[in-house]
């Protein structure tokens, strides 16, 4: 038997879990994401007709660097934020939700890292 | 027997969606799309950690009207999502639940994004401010 209280019972079947921090962190991440997905656009001039030379040099600025870097980090955590509650909304099933959420967030974490990685790899080998 | 018109519950096959309905999904659809957006960028970065001629080849492969087209239907998604966004932190605020303003404000939003897409468009495309 269970020595659990019914109290502690109910608030282990909360389905909330998190949801507060995940909620303000959503808002949060909104927010800055409203002047940083306009750097983008600086990116994607260079993109369609910078030449090499322009964009790796562009990319060598560091404030153009971390400002990019930080939408790319802020947007990935963002939209793991977004697709969790998409996930969660459409499927029911337990154990599929809950492995597709953490599938989610290691796959944006590991493509946040790999922005950062790439990033200063070009950065360094400009020098 | 006199029929009563009674409330139709809205079942999604026979309900006719109000706009702002259709935008509020077209929110979350854009906003899974644009997850996809961060892969592309993600490839775009390591194209030029590979070096020049990657570069060069991804610079022709983007170039092309089809991919070019795709590219700023992403950022007309980016924007739309940026714009109801906004609504969405103003709605988190308490405001702007007025009923009769909605269409306005959806209006406002739509306008919002196409004039940022247009923008960005010509600050992509018209020389010099690299």
């Not at chain 1, 800055?32 to 790796?56: C, E, M, N």
């Not at chain 1, 493509?111 to 360094?124: E, K, P, Q, R, W």
């Not at chain 2, 609504?87 to 269409?103: Q, T």
Request: hydrophobic share 50%; charged share 10%; glycine share 8%.
């Amino acid at each position: 038997m269970s020595y659990q209280t019914p109290l502690a019972k109910a608030r282990g079947l909360g389905s909330a879990k998190k949801g507060t921090s995940h909620w303000w962190m959503q808002r949060v991440t909104a927010i800055a994401l409203i002047p940083l997905s306009f750097w983008l656009i600086l990116f994607v001039k260079q993109l369609f007709h910078g030449s090499y030379a322009d964009i790796t040099h562009w990319l060598s600025s560091p404030f153009n660097l971390v400002i990019l870097l930080s939408w790319a980090f802020v947007g990935f955590y963002h939209g793991a934020l977004g697709l969790q509650v998409v996930i969660e909304d459409y499927i029911s099933h337990e154990g599929l939700k809950i492995s597709l959420v953490w599938l989610i967030k290691l796959a944006f974490f590991t493509g946040a890292m790999s922005s950062l990685v790439f990033a200063l790899h070009i950065v360094i080998s400009v020098g | 027997m006199t029929q009563r018109s009674r409330p139709l519950s809205p079942h999604l096959q026979v309900y006719r969606l109000p706009l702002t309905a259709v935008i509020s999904i077209l929110h979350r659809m854009t906003g899974v799309l644009l997850t996809l957006g961060l892969i592309l960028f993600v490839i775009s970065l390591s194209k030029i950690k590979t070096g020049e001629q990657a570069f060069s080849s991804m610079q022709y492969f983007i170039q092309h009207p089809l991919t070019e087209l795709s590219i700023w239907l992403m950022i007309y998604a980016l924007f739309f999502h940026l714009c109801h966004g906004i609504r969405h932190l103003f709605w988190d605020m308490g405001e702007g639940y007025e009923k009769i303003l909605m269409n306005y404000y959806l209006i406002l939003e739509l306008f919002g994004s196409i004039a940022c897409t247009g923008l960005s468009y010509l600050f992509v495309h018209l020389p010099g401010a690299a």
